[in-house]
């Protein structure tokens, strides 16, 4: 009877041994996913515009909208004035 009890036992210990190393390995792979994760972010965030940058193009971007504007109305007037 002992033996059927230490057996069962054994058994219940290898299972969840079993289970252990399973989460283990998903673990693991869940941390290199992770890691390869932080990598590509570090690298697009190395590559983004710093916000002051972008902000300089938007602000020429503007002004070159506004010129263009301005362009166009002295062409107006200098057509209505030619002869």
Known sequence: MLAVVAG??????????????????????????????RTEHETLKAAQIPVAEMERLRADRLAVLRLRTEIEAMQARAAQRAP
């Open 8 to 37: 069962a036992g054994f058994a219940l210990q290898r299972q969840a041994a079993e289970a252990l190393r399973e989460e283990i390995a998903l673990l693991r792979d869940e941390q290199r996913a992770l890691a390869r994760v």
